[in-house]
């Protein structure tokens, strides 16, 4: 017999604009690299790769919707989180090198109220000094380092149980 979680599950796979929940997705300057620059540090798998698995089964197996974005431009970065209040329920964002000196990001962030959750591919700590600093992290909920791209599923994982244990769900 069949739960209203399974009817729910059901209809959100036929129709993804049934979900209610969305999460946005956010990659800063040099992410659209991935695959080849400095493989030994952030893999061979490209941002498509890693964008396509978060938007089709990630985001099936959770029940949300997953909208992926990257820039380079700190500003429009900034523009993306500060419009995203009203469309989203959470941020995973990977600041790259703004991570280490964007007050304006960790603003933006810090300004939607949106749950966020902060990804890094690599493990900041165990690189250089300069990496270990993070303006973005304060104003997560939680900073997720040096697993690779399985970071960003995790970091969905997360928020997508914090959202729906908020919510009452
Ligand atoms: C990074 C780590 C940053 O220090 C660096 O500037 C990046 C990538 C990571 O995913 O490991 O661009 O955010």
């Known amino acids: 017999m069949l739960t209203e ?31 080849t620059r400095e493989p030994g540090i952030y893999g061979r798998e490209t941002l498509a790769d890693i964008e396509s ?53 960790r603003d933006a962030i810090s300004a939607t109220g949106l749950p966020a959750i902060e990804v890094h591919l690599s493990n900041i700590h165990q690189r250089e000094e300069f990496r270990h600093h993070s303006y973005t992290a304060p104003v997560c909920l939680g900073q997720i380092c040096g697993l690779g791209p399985l970071g960003y599923e995790l970091a969905l994982q997360a928020l997508v149980r914090y959202v729906h244990t908020r919510n009452g769900k």
């Open 53 to 105: 698995r978060l938007r089709g089964p990630v985001a099936d197996g959770l029940g949300v919707r997953v909208e992926c974005r990257q820039s380079n431009h700190e500003g429009e970065l900034v523009d993306w989180i500060g419009s995203s209040g009203g469309e989203f329920d959470g941020l995973v964002i990977n600041p790259g090198a703004y991570t280490h000196t964007s007050v304006a990001v």
């Open 5 to 35: 979680v399974d009817v729910r599950l059901m209809c959100q796979a036929v129709n993804p604009g049934n979900r209610s929940m969305k999460i946005l997705v956010l990659n800063g300057p040099n992410l659209q690299l991935l695959g």
